[in-house]
DNA sequence: TGCTAGATGATACACAGTCTCAGGTGGATC
DNA sequence: GATCCACCTGAGACTGTGTATCATCTAGCA
């Protein structure tokens, strides 16, 4: 849950243009708790009786994605999803049940890396980790349960 | 470069029949140095005149992968490849343009991943680290070429 | 109130990956 | 070696995600 406006004004200050579907996709994307994928923006909107194009969802979670207002993450299974988010560097632990999401922080991660790069001999540019589990919620959930 | 021996076995091993197809893109995979993506596998076999039906190649992919002489990773821009490797737990730095990629032990970051988890409630039962970048040949190779 | 670069949606397209199903074959058994 | 059947195969249809194209529209500015 995220406020509308602060992704709206993400886009605005980066020198994209207000529009309304623009608006229409920042609206859901920010009532959404956990991670969620292009297709089920696109199918809320629907729901909801907005009609945006698919092509604009994809365009405007590339815009937000560029403007570091939601992430990119890559699903177990082969998949991909987004979660809104802060523009800091960090990770997600993501509940492979429910969806919801909490964001870690680089920190020892990051000098972690800076010796496997030594190590190695590689120059690093990019790394991603992603961390699948239960959340506390869906691990005191009885087990069939959804 | 892997043997191609050692795959076949680990398919024979877990009770996989040892089929003319099966045999062939093991032979392709273990002479692959880095990564690579179902469709260069089955782009490869035709190319020498091998014929492999395209969903016998993501099959054996799989059945490569649950036994674990290759593992799946994702792509940075959305795709998804396979890399030859050993099966205790690991993770990969890859050249972001050749290819070639290196394995790093688990070691430290499954203590922070072990943090992680006591930090946000999480059970975490699944993380991908991956690393991308240069390798030292690439890094020393002038800017343009390839 | 125009004007125009940028945005939109329809549609076509490219591609990965899965499914189905009729026919083929490894390998165990005799 | 011949028999047999569970497992495997290839062809091709199908699904789903994401991109490209293009005629039309519009936000934001003067
Ligand atoms: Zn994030
Ligand atoms: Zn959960
Ligand atoms: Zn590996
Ligand atoms: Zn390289």
Redo the contacts with the bound molecule.
Sequence with gaps: MTDPLALVNAL?DA????????RSVAEIVAGRAGHF???EIAAEARARGI??????V???L??LERVEAVERIDIP????AYVACEPAHHHHVVCSRCGRSVEVEDGRLAALVRSIGRRTGYRIDEHRLELYGLCTACQAAPEGSR
């Design positions: 605005d020198g994209y243009r207000l529009t309304a579907p623009r994928t292009a297709a009609h945006v194009g698919r092509a604009t994809f365009r405007t590339d815009a299974g082969g998949g991909h």
